[in-house]
């Protein structure tokens, strides 16, 4: 009986693991998802300089926050996301505001697409 509750207890352990990785995620992806906000905010009201270093700042945010990230995630899919926020700046040196425009988006996009990716769904699993 002994060892079906310590069955019992390791089972609960591992379900609370797997739920607070995903509330972590959330948390820090959302928390880059506020940046990036942030930066195409100062870009919509004029003010690149103020952009440009958010911008710069959400890079290493993203270094920051996403550390853990690959204990439970695909490297690919954190690196292709790091390689669009780092054009970022590079893009607002330039001033081009359609591409701008592009890459932030595509930054969003694949920010969301981190956070559903470990979402426990049927189209996760299979």
């Known amino acids: 009986m002994k060892r079906l509750w310590l069955a019992g207890g390791i089972f609960a352990a591992i379900i609370t ?13 959302d928390v880059l998802l506020d940046g990036l906000d942030a930066v195409v905010a100062a870009y919509d009201q004029g003010k690149e300089t ?23 995630m695909a490297h690919g899919d954190l690196i292709q ?9 590079s893009i607002l040196k ?25 979402m426990p769904t049927l189209q996760n699993i299979l």
Do not use: K, W
């Open 81 to 89: 996301c790091r390689e669009n926020l780092a054009l970022l700046p």
């Open 50 to 72: 103020r952009a440009y270093e958010l911008a710069v700042a959400l890079e290493d945010e993203y270094i920051r926050r996403t550390r853990f990230f690959p204990y439970f």
């Open 17 to 29: 693991l797997c739920i607070s990785t995903l509330f972590y995620q959330r948390q820090q992806v």
């Open 94 to 118: 330039d001033g081009d505001s359609e591409e701008f425009y592009m890459e932030s988006t595509r930054c969003r996009v694949q920010l969301e697409l981190l956070a559903a990716s470990e």
